[in-house]
């Protein structure tokens, strides 16, 4: 049973070596644990730091492509060095290896595919910013609810995933994966888990992902609306069809009761129009949402497609 723990990096040539040095190299349960970077066309000799540090392999990208490519790349190289278990863990010692034990033991016992550090279980994250919490907690429930699904924590990076997820989930390209990857696992009925982990976050540190707050919002509900829509296609359009078929269904019987009062048209046709056009538009996403879903069962036989090629190219 192998072990990879993969580190991505960007610039982190200040703690990646003291954070490589303090992962354990014995994990119950774990004959062999690797220590895998992705480095994200770094220019301050992080490669080469990891490398004296002790990391196994060391991946290098020419250039900077964000953290969604990372994973994707991470997760290709687990594979070919044939990795049974993956664990994805911070470069810059926020986390404390020593969690790895925690992350990795639902997913030995057969309890998790993934399972994915909690941020706010028993301890709430230190010098953790404000608005990096609330926003996390309100699109954790919000998620949540429309998966029918508890997520605990939708952006943690720290998280473990046995070979069987790696091979099943869709690689992201954007500039972040941790909310696509959690929606993509439960939407495929992987059991998905969540550890309590403590967490200190460095007061001086700038975060390598957040660069505005509000481009990482607009960019991350983009991501997340996309990531839904495909998952649940029938719920994402046939809530709004049906609320707005409701509404519509509400208005014909206001002006209906007029009308049947008074036989006059006229002085309620405003109502009977924006009827009519709540009726047409609450039809026409209801015409979205069963397109969507056959657009689902064909997505299905791809992924399904997929997954037969990648256990193939990455057969042991």
């Known amino acids: 049973m192998k072990l990879i ?3 991505p990096a960007f610039n982190e040539a200040e703690k990646i070596g003291q954070t490589i040095k303090r992962i354990p190299r014995r994990i119950n349960g774990i ?3 690797l220590v895998q970077v992705i480095d994200d066309g770094s220019h301050d000799g992080t490669a ?3 490398k004296d540090a002790g990391a196994d392999f060391v991946f290098s990208h020419s250039t900077n492509r964000g953290i969604g490519i990372v994973f994707r790349t991470a997760v290709e190289k687990a594979l070919e060095n044939g990795a049974d278990f993956m664990v994805n863990i911070d470069a810059d010692g926020q986390f404390d290896p020593n969690d790895i034990q925690k992350i990795i033991d639902p997913v030995l016992e057969g309890k998790a595919d993934m399972v994915s550090a ?3 279980g028993d301890h709430k994250a230190q010098n953790m910013p404000a608005a990096k919490y609330y926003l996390n907690r309100v699109a954790a429930y919000v998620i949540g609810k429309f998966m029918n699904f508890p997520i605990k924590d939708l952006t943690c990076g720290f998280r473990g995933y046995n070979r069987e997820t790696l091979l ?3 690689l992201p390209g954007h500039f972040t994966y941790t909310q696509e990857v959690i929606i993509d696992a439960i939407g ?3 059991k998905v888990m969540w550890v309590p982990v403590v967490v200190t976050y460095f007061a001086e540190r700038k975060s390598r992902v957040v660069k505005s707050i509000w481009k990482y919002v607009s960019n991350s509900g983009r991501i997340i609306l996309k990531a839904v829509r495909d998952v649940r296609p029938m719920k994402f359009f046939g809530i709004p069809a049906l609320i707005l078929i409701l509404i519509s269904f509400g208005f014909f019987a206001y002006f209906g009761f007029h009308y049947v009062q008074e036989l006059k048209i006229t002085p309620y046709r405003n109502y009977l129009l924006l009827a ?4 047409l538009v609450g039809l026409q996403f209801l015409v979205f949402a069963l397109i969507a879903d056959m657009i689902k069962s064909n997505r299905r036989l791809t992924e399904d497609q997929m997954y037969l090629m990648r256990k193939e190219r990455y057969s042991k």
């Open 5 to 7: 723990v993969n580190l």
């Open 31 to 33: 004959e062999e644990v």
């Open 48 to 50: 080469q730091i990891a």
């Open 118 to 120: 909690d941020r706010f």
């Open 168 to 170: 099943r989930l869709n």
């Open 188 to 190: 495929k009925n992987l």
């Open 276 to 279: 009519i056009t709540l009726l």
